[in-house]
C-alpha cells in the first residue's frame, strides 16, 4: 500500500514543480538564469591572466596590444580588477583600475605614464572605447546581477550548443546600451553570445565567446572573445592565457594610489 502513495506523492510532486516551472514569466524565468549563472561562478577569489588583444580597422588592417590582468571578488559587491598594458611602446604602463558595483556607478581611474597621473574616467563616458578597441569601458567592468533586468526569449541551438537566449536591460545609468541579447550556453551558464544594441534601438556589436576551458573543477573560462562591430566594420579579439586562480591578493594590491607602481 505505501508503494502506491509513494508514487501517488512523487506524482504530484513532479506535476508541481512542471506547473510551478511552466508558471514562470519570461521575467522571472530570466532573473532564474543570471541568478544560477552568478551562483556557479561565486567563489573563486581571485584570478590573474595575460592577453593579447588584435585591433582591426575596415580595411582589415591590424594593431596589436598586450597586457594582463588582475581580478579580486569582493562580497556583497562588484568586483575589482586592474588592467596593466605591456605593448606597444605607445602604451606600455598604461593602467586602468575597475571597482564594479550594481546599480551605483562603476568606480574607474585610468593611469597614463606619459602623463604621470591618474585620471577618474567619468560614469557618463562608459560607453567611449578602451584603448581604441570595440570594447567599450562598461564592457570591461565584470558582470553583476543586479545591473540588468532579464527577460527569458526562448531556447536556440547556437554552434551546436543549447543556449537560453535572454534579454538583458541595463538597469543603471549611462550605458551607451538599450539592451543587450545574451545566448547563454545550458550546460556552463556561461555567455556563447552577446548582441549589443545602440541606445536607438540598432544592433551596434556583437561579442562572440569560444574556446572554454575549466579551472579548479568549477569555473569556465573563454580563451578567444571578439568582438565585431556592425555599424563600422572594426573588429577587435582578445586572446586569454595563463589563467592563475587563488593568488593571495588583497585590496591594497587595488588601491588608487598604487596605480602608478604598478608593475
Given at each position: 500500500?505505501k ?13 508541481s514543480a512542471?506547473?510551478?516551472h ?7 524565468k530570466?532573473?532564474?538564469i ?5 551562483r556557479?561562478?561565486s567563489?573563486?577569489?581571485d584570478?590573474?591572466?595575460?592577453s593579447i ?13 598586450e597586457?594582463s590582468?588582475?581580478t579580486l571578488e ?7 580588477e ?9 602604451v ?6 575597475t571597482?564594479s ?7 574607474q581611474?585610468?593611469y597614463?605614464?606619459?602623463l ?5 574616467i567619468?560614469?557618463v563616458n562608459k560607453?567611449?572605447p578602451?584603448v581604441?578597441?570595440?570594447f567599450?569601458?562598461?564592457d570591461?567592468?565584470?558582470?553583476e546581477?543586479?545591473?540588468?533586468t ?9 554552434d551546436?550548443?543549447?543556449c ?5 536591460t ?12 545574451e545566448w547563454?550556453?545550458k550546460?556552463m551558464?556561461q555567455?556563447r553570445?552577446?548582441?549589443?544594441y ?6 551596434l556589436?556583437t ?8 579551472y ?14 556592425h ?5 577587435t ?9 587563488r ?6 594590491d ?9 608593475q
Open positions: 500500500m508503494k502506491y502513495v509513494y508514487i501517488a506523492l512523487f506524482t504530484s510532486l513532479t506535476f512542471v506547473c510551478s511552466a508558471d514562470e514569466t519570461p521575467e522571472e530570466g532573473m532564474a543570471a541568478r544560477e549563472t552568478d556557479r561562478d567563489g573563486f577569489g584570478s590573474a591572466y595575460e588583444f588584435t585591433l582591426r580597422n575596415e580595411q582589415g588592417e591590424e594593431s596589436i596590444r597586457f590582468i588582475k569582493v562580497k556583497d559587491d562588484g568586483d575589482k586592474l588592467g596593466l598594458f605591456h605593448k606597444p611602446a605607445d606600455q604602463g598604461t593602467a586602468v583600475l571597482f558595483h550594481g546599480l551605483q556607478p562603476d568606480d581611474w585610468l597614463l605614464p606619459v604621470k597621473r591618474v585620471k577618474r567619468s560614469s560607453s567611449g578602451f581604441g578597441s570595440e567599450a569601458f562598461e570591461i567592468a565584470s558582470w546581477i543586479n545591473k540588468y532579464y527577460r527569458y526569449l526562448r531556447d536556440e541551438v547556437l551546436g550548443q543549447d537560453f537566449v535572454v534579454e538583458n541595463p538597469a543603471y545609468e549611462y550605458s551607451g546600451y538599450s539592451k543587450q541579447i547563454v550556453d550546460a551558464y555567455p553570445k552577446i548582441d549589443y545602440d541606445r536607438k534601438g540598432d544592433l556589436k561579442l562572440s565567446f569560444s574556446d572554454y576551458h575549466q579548479l573543477n568549477q569555473y569556465w573560462r573563454a580563451s578567444k572573445l571578439e568582438m565585431v562591430n555599424q563600422t566594420g572594426k573588429s579579439v582578445m586572446a586569454r592565457n595563463q589563467y592563475q586562480f593568488n593571495g591578493f588583497k585590496d591594497s587595488f588601491a588608487e594610489n598604487a596605480l602608478k607602481n604598478v
